[in-house]
């Protein structure tokens, strides 16, 4: 099997290796992950570019913070929003001086990351009737729909509706047969789950849950 061909087992690796035993997540590992969901994403096809376009580029500029001289600053999500905010890096209210900071640009992916957790579960718990376009939509609109404008949505609903059946999807997903992915899925969700409050509760006490 090539390196790029996507397994749910990565993303379940990688999202393992995110957590330190502080509970500190680590953006390479995070990054990590959602470049594996950006590899699944490109094998649905076309419609869904305009999304993992998106993503790139905001997993470029955290590499781009990591890899750049304060990096050392960005090894955590604990540590980056502590580096920021001390500096005052970060545009809290209003777009600025500092459009891409770290802060905001993993915000976005966080509130996707919880889309991702909801989907997922309705994925576990789903029946042989039940559309992914569905499932997508109504875990979509319950996360991420609320910080995205109109014309963004109408767009989503409409790379929603080519999503391949469950069956289809199942199969994309590598990881055997359907009861195994329930298996897997029953494993990485608390994972997800994990990562994605730890984020919350850290975003929550420092007052950046809204960054522009
Ligand atoms: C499989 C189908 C994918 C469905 C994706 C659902 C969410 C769609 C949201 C897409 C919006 C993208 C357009 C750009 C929006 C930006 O304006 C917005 C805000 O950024 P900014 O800089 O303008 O303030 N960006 C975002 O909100 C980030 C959106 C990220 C969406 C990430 C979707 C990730 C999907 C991954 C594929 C998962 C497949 C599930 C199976 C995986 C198994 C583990």
Redo the contacts with the bound molecule.
């Keep these: 099997m090539s390196a790029d061909t996507f397994r749910?087992q990565k993303?379940l690796e990688t999202f393992r290796s995110s957590l330190n035993e502080n509970k500190e997540v680590y953006v390479k590992y995070y990054i990590a992950g959602w470049q594996e969901?950006v590899t699944?994403?490109n094998s649905?096809g076309n419609v869904?570019s305009?999304?993992s376009k998106?993503?790139v580029s905001?997993i470029q500029i955290l590499e781009n913070f990591l890899s750049g001289e304060s990096g050392s600053h960005y090894v955590t999500i604990q540590s980056m929003v502590k580096y920021e905010l001390e500096n005052d890096l970060v545009d809290l209210t209003k777009r600025g001086s500092h459009p891409e900071s770290g802060c905001r640009t993993l915000l976005?992916?966080h509130?996707?990351l919880h889309?991702?957790e909801l989907?997922?579960e309705r994925l576990r718990t789903s029946t042989e009737d039940s559309k992914t376009s569905v499932m997508?939509s109504d875990a979509?609109n319950e996360s991420?729909a609320q910080?995205?404008p109109w014309l963004?949505r109408k767009a989503?609903g409409v790379?929603?509706c080519a999503?391949p059946g469950r069956d289809t999807f199942f199969e994309v997903?590598n990881a055997g047969d359907h009861a195994q992915v329930v298996a897997l899925l029953g494993e990485?969700l608390p994972l997800i789950a994990e990562v994605y409050q730890i984020t919350e509760d850290l975003y929550a006490k420092n007052n950046l849950l809204e960054l522009p």
């Design positions: 749910l993303v969901l699944f994403m649905l869904f305009f999304i998106d993503v905001k976005r992916l509130r996707a889309w991702l989907f997922l997508c979509y991420l910080h995205h963004i989503v790379a929603f999503l997903l990485s």
